[in-house]
């Protein structure tokens, strides 16, 4: 009997657990209000949260438009799109390649992670890997 349950679950999800060989794990957790070390700061735990996740082709500075700390544009290819579990969790199988991350919010698109060449939030998958994140949504937090 044992044999045949596991059989039918293999049989079931083999797709998924084979499928899944690389791209973007991990998390998104809210900060907000004063972070600043200090004898009068309380500053609180991040906070997980839900999130839709966009992932683009690199992205520059120069391909984006930002207002109130927010992106209200972008102009690049949008490779996918996923939710996170209610607990902030993620995993996307994504190609080897680089990817810029933004989670939506209300008001438009959130990062603020730039490399050496103005892109981003530039995340690199390599092949037969998951590469891991935790994405700090953070426009409401003041350091």
């Not at 008001?107 to 994405?135: L, Q, W």
Request: net charge positive.
């Amino acid at each position: 009997m044992f044999r045949v349950i596991l059989s039918l679950f293999l049989l079931l999800h083999a797709p998924y657990l084979w499928s899944q060989k690389q791209g973007i794990c991990g998390n998104v957790v809210w900060e907000e209000g004063n972070r600043m070390p200090g004898p009068q700061s309380k500053t609180t735990t991040p906070k997980k949260i839900q999130r839709e996740l966009y992932f683009y082709e690199p992205v520059s500075r120069q391909e984006a438009t930002m207002r109130d700390g927010l992106y209200t544009e972008i102009r690049a290819v949008l490779v996918k799109t996923i939710s996170t579990g209610p607990d902030g969790t993620f995993k996307v199988d994504l190609p080897p390649g680089e990817y810029s991350l933004f989670s939506k919010e209300d008001e438009g698109f959130f990062a603020n992670i730039y490399d050496a060449s103005g892109r981003i939030n530039v995340v690199e998958v390599k092949a037969g890997k998951f590469t891991e994140v935790s994405f700090r949504v953070n426009y409401k937090a003041f350091y």
